[in-house]
């Protein structure tokens, strides 16, 4: 299929609409969709498992944690998912409520609260 059918054709369902939707409604649920369908696609995760440096963690925590934001900085970082809305649940989560399930684990929550009481944020 050709770009300009491709657009002609999103368009043409965009346009359609969803039943009972509005169209800013079917818009989000548009962008819904290419974010369920982009996360489902395969991209690099060469630095799984390895350590975080301070400044990655920064860079992480000073976006709003999204689903956009989220799949944006997994690529970027070539890091799963789930690791990068990991980081944005431990930033907010109580020291208290937090259960350690290994060593490495125990030390980025530590690097993560440490980041996160430096840039000031308030829980």
């Not at 346009?15 to 969709?33: F, M």
């Not at 890091?79 to 930033?91: D, M, P, V």
Request: net charge positive.
């Amino acid at each position: 299929m050709k770009k300009k059918e491709f657009k002609d054709r999103l368009f043409e369902l965009l346009t359609e609409g969803i039943e009972e939707h509005t169209t800013d409604e079917v818009i989000q649920k548009t962008k819904l969709l290419i974010n369920e369908f982009e996360k489902k696609q395969q991209f690099s995760v060469e630095n799984k498992g390895k350590p975080w440096t301070d400044e990655e963690l920064r860079i992480v925590l000073s976006f709003a944690p999204t689903k956009e934001n989220i799949l944006k900085l997994s690529k970027g970082f070539k890091r799963n998912y789930g690791s990068i809305e990991q980081i944005f649940k431990w930033a907010v989560t109580p020291d208290n409520t937090i259960t350690k399930k290994s060593k490495e684990q125990d030390v980025l929550i530590q690097q993560i609260k440490r980041i996160v009481k430096e840039a000031g944020w308030r829980a």
